[in-house]
T-cell receptor
Framework: GQNIDQPTEMTATEGAIVQINCTYQ??????LFWYQQHAGEAPTFLSY??LDGLEEKGRFSSFLSRSKGYSYLLLKELQMKDSASYLC???????????WGLGTSLGVNP | ETGVTQTPRHLVMGMTNKKSLKCEQH?????MYWYKQSAKKPLELMFV???????ENNSVPSRFSPECPNSSHLFLHLHTLQPEDSALYLC?????????????FGAGTRLSVL
């Protein structure tokens, strides 16, 4: 079967660093996406990992371990506007579909 | 003009009404998608169109009828909906068969069925 596991909610303080973990089980694997979604808005693309290792993009970094079925999103220098849901979405299967979970709701406090 | 535009942003309809949701993408992509997002549920893929041809229909009830007249426009025709169809309907587009196939989303239509 296909399964994604992320914490439901996290809170952190402005200026801090937070790591959002994601474990997944899929039939076939082509890569993994992270999206950000503010309440009532569209998901927006953050990162895509195909190979093992860390990809850094400004304040956001994403890590992938294919053998462990594990990824994390690292957010540095947190800002209030980072309060949102973060969706881990493996790109899986022969039909190359995105598998969506419920995401992690991150609250940033002043 | 943003990459993927959806209209209307909000829609309230009765169960006997017929309405249509519209999506337009300005990114030159060849694939378009309809998703349903309900509270406390993951994004549900409804339909996929690739080069105007429907390539995916995820057991969606026939009261939802998609139409893709060209690779830039996608419609979702709604008729005799049920209250449980109330949700955020998201359109996305991507360039299929490239390495990343990043999906870009519109802002969505918030649908309420009374």
């Amino acid at each position: 079967g296909q399964n994604i596991d992320q914490p439901t909610e996290m809170t952190a303080t402005e200026g801090a660093i937070v790591q959002i973990n994601c474990t997944y089980q899929t039939s076939g694997f082509n890569g993994l996406f992270w999206y950000q979604q503010h309440a009532g808005e569209a998901p927006t693309f953050l990162s895509y990992n195909v190979l093992d290792g860390l990809e850094e993009k400004g304040r956001f970094s994403s890590f992938l371990s294919r053998s462990k079925g594990y990824s994390y999103l690292l957010l540095k220098e947190l800002q209030m506007k980072d309060s949102a849901s973060y969706l881990c979405a493996p790109y899986a299967g022969n039909n190359r579909k995105l598998i969506w979970g419920l995401g992690t709701s991150l609250g940033v406090n002043p | 003009e943003t990459g993927v535009t959806q209209t209307p942003r909000h829609l309230v309809m009765g169960m006997t009404n017929k309405k249509s949701l519209k999506c337009e993408q300005h990114l030159g992509h060849n694939a378009m998608y309809w998703y349903k997002q309900s509270a406390k549920k993951p994004l549900e893929l409804m339909f996929v169109y690739n080069f105007k041809e429907q390539t995916e229909n995820n057991s969606v009830p026939s009261r939802f009828s998609p139409e893709c007249p060209n690779s830039s426009h996608l419609f979702l025709h709604l008729h005799t909906l049920q209250p449980e169809d109330s949700a955020l309907y998201l359109c996305a587009s991507s360039q299929e068969w490239t390495g990343e196939n990043i999906q870009y989303f519109g802002a969505g239509t918030r649908l309420s069925v009374l």
